[in-house]
């Protein structure tokens, strides 16, 4: 299985950005899906959740203008992220959850995709 993120980019202050992160591989089912982002100098935060069949989960500081989808069929989640603010600087990686005809619900991560917003 290999998880390739894109969409990340330098974008102003108040723009917007959507993330992708495509899997492929010999994939049964992706379980839970979620995006990660690691400002520098800081530690890996989780930024949206959402568990296979269920709610999306935010971060408070991102509630309101980010949203995570997935796209079973395409084996793909997104993330829209609207109203970008310099804070949100970091690079972002994508987790899903993935069950393959030799193992259930292993965590695979992305390569991580750069965000950079300017003021």
């Known amino acids: 299985v290999q998880l390739q993120a894109s969409g990340g980019g330098l974008v102003q202050a108040g723009g917007s950005l959507r993330l992708s992160c495509k899997a492929s591989g010999t994939i049964v089912s992706i379980n839970g899906v979620g995006w990660y982002r690691q400002a520098p100098g800081k530690q890996r935060e989780s930024v949206a959740l959402?568990?296979?069949?269920?709610?999306?989960n935010y971060a408070d500081s991102v509630k309101g203008r980010f949203t995570i989808s997935r796209d079973n069929a395409k084996n793909t989640v997104y993330l829209q992220m609207n109203s970008l603010k310099p804070e949100d600087t970091a690079v972002y990686y994508c987790?899903?959850?993935?069950?393959?005809?030799?193992?259930?619900?292993?965590?695979?991560w992305g390569q991580g995709t750069h965000v950079t917003v300017q003021r």
């Open positions: 959402l568990a296979s069949g269920g709610s999306p």
């Open positions: 987790n899903l959850g993935i069950t393959t005809w030799s193992s259930a619900g292993l965590n695979y």
